[in-house]
């Protein structure tokens, strides 16, 4: 005779139970810690498409004085232009030369490279506009 055919009733049961409750407490362990990843995955996800926000306002912000500069070669105001000449004062530059922009590198390592190649041409732009503005000032614009 087998031990499971000498056990009990109420032990057969009582196994039986045990099995269950056991099995219950793995699944809603497996369900907590794939919530948690999915909450994490979530939250990354939200930085990404504010980090995709913030760059999408600074680009306006640019487009925007870019069109100042444009409207300024076109009929000159030659007492001053009114844009921000200083790279690290305009609304990329602050954001930028930040520790949200560290932060959107460490989040996102891939971004190290992009951000630094944007860096140079950004501060040239910014250079382009006091170049003008001096031509204008001097007389020198044909």
Known sequence: MSL????????????????????????????????????????IQERGENLCQSLIEREVQHLQWV???SNYLVAPDTAAL?????????GFGKWYYSIERKAAERL???????FKAIE????ELHATAEE???LVK?????
């Open 4 to 43: 499971w055919n000498r056990i009990s009733v109420k032990s057969k049961f009582l196994v039986g139970i045990s099995i269950i409750f056991v099995l219950s407490i793995l699944s809603a362990a497996l369900s907590i810690f794939s919530i948690q990843e999915l909450v994490a995955s979530t939250k």
């Open 132 to 134: 003008i503005e001096r």
């Open 82 to 90: 009114k844009i921000v000449k200083d790279p690290t004062l305009c």
């Open 108 to 114: 996102f390592p891939a971004t190290v490279e992009a």
């Open 120 to 123: 140079k041409p950004h501060q």
């Open 67 to 69: 069109n100042t500069l």
């Open 138 to 142: 001097a007389g020198d614009v044909t």
